[in-house]
């Protein structure tokens, strides 16, 4: 999604405010932050953060897919805003692994004025709930809810994948017991339903792989786009 653009589609669909989470970086932030203001929206600047399983300096993992969790972060205000750049900074300087990763005791050191939601189905909380370990599901939900107070909360999506529907079972029974706020988000990497097919070239580009390979990254749906308001309550 361009910029300019995605400003324009969300105020187009009646949205008051958008937020961006970029993978591991702030890169588009500023011009996110102007195309919103001068649009009358309201700017949610924010970093889907990679969590390194153990130690951001550990290095051991012999794939991208295992150095890092995700985990959604967003700034709440300005003190909010310089941790995210702090963060940001912390992973490409100490956390570098096939992606730039953070730990959590950064994410200690540096959660004040933070908005934390427990992640997409890539996230270390869902990643439990798949395998079924829900002690561990709630354990770490409990030690975000911990570091983050009133600012945590569970996240659910609903691209009309499977692993998603069984993440958001799980993740719902979890903030139901302890008593934790949910919120559903819209995973969009693309503007439009039909802009699916060019996001899929754009994906095989980016991993040097050709559509017609079998086993390459695919997103395993056409539902990765900017749902209106009245598309979100209906899934949900």
Same mark, same amino acid.
Request: net charge negative; charged share 25%.
């Given at each position: 999604?361009?910029?300019?653009?995605?400003?324009?589609?969300?105020?187009?669909?009646?949205?008051?405010?958008?937020?961006?989470?970029?993978?591991?970086?702030?890169?588009?932030?500023?011009?996110?932050?102007?195309?919103?203001?001068?649009? *009358?929206?309201?700017?949610?600047?924010?970093?889907?953060?990679?969590?390194?399983?153990?130690? %951001?300096?550990? %290095?051991?993992?012999?794939?991208? &897919?295992?150095? *890092?969790?995700? +985990?959604?972060?967003?700034?709440?205000?300005?003190? &909010?805003?310089?941790?995210?750049?702090?963060?940001?900074?912390?992973?490409?300087?100490?956390?570098?692994?096939?992606?730039? %990763?953070?730990?959590?005791?950064? +994410?200690?050191?540096? &959660?004040? *004025?933070?908005?934390?939601?427990?992640?997409?189905?890539?996230?270390?909380?869902?990643?439990?709930?798949?395998?079924?370990?829900?002690?561990?599901?709630?354990?770490?939900?409990?030690?975000?809810?911990?570091?983050?107070?009133?600012?945590?909360?569970?996240?659910?999506?609903?691209?009309?994948?499977?692993?998603?529907?069984?993440?958001?079972?799980?993740?719902?029974?979890?903030?139901?017991?302890? &008593?934790?706020?949910?919120?559903?988000?819209?995973?969009?990497?693309?503007?439009?339903?039909?802009?699916?097919?060019?996001?899929?070239?754009?994906?095989?580009?980016?991993?040097?792989? +050709?559509?017609?390979?079998?086993?390459?990254?695919?997103?395993?749906?056409?539902?990765?786009?900017?749902?209106?308001?009245?598309?979100?309550?209906? +899934?949900?």
């Amino acid at each position: 999604s361009r910029v300019p653009e995605l400003v324009q589609l969300a105020k187009d669909l009646g949205m008051n405010a958008i937020a961006m989470t970029d993978h591991g970086n702030l890169f588009g932030a500023i011009e996110f932050y102007k195309e919103c203001s001068e649009a *009358g929206i309201k700017p949610i600047v924010g970093y889907e953060a990679y969590v390194a399983p153990t130690h %951001r300096t550990d %290095r051991t993992m012999k794939k991208r &897919g295992e150095s *890092g969790y995700h +985990l959604t972060l967003l700034a709440q205000n300005l003190t &909010g805003f310089k941790n995210l750049v702090k963060l940001a900074s912390i992973a490409y300087l100490e956390g570098y692994h096939y992606i730039p %990763r953070i730990d959590k005791e950064v +994410l200690e050191q540096h &959660g004040k *004025g933070l908005i934390c939601l427990s992640g997409c189905a890539s996230s270390e909380f869902s990643d439990y709930i798949l395998l079924e370990q829900m002690d561990k599901a709630r354990e770490t939900a409990m030690w975000f809810s911990k570091v983050f107070g009133d600012n945590f909360y569970v996240e659910i999506q609903n691209n009309g994948l499977d692993i998603q529907r069984r993440c958001a079972e799980g993740a719902i029974d979890i903030a139901n017991e302890l &008593g934790l706020p949910l919120v559903a988000t819209c995973d969009a990497h693309y503007l439009r339903q039909e802009d699916h097919g060019a996001h899929d070239v754009l994906l095989c580009i980016n991993t040097q792989r +050709l559509l017609t390979d079998e086993n390459r990254m695919r997103y395993g749906s056409d539902q990765f786009y900017v749902r209106p308001p009245e598309e979100m309550y209906r +899934l949900f």
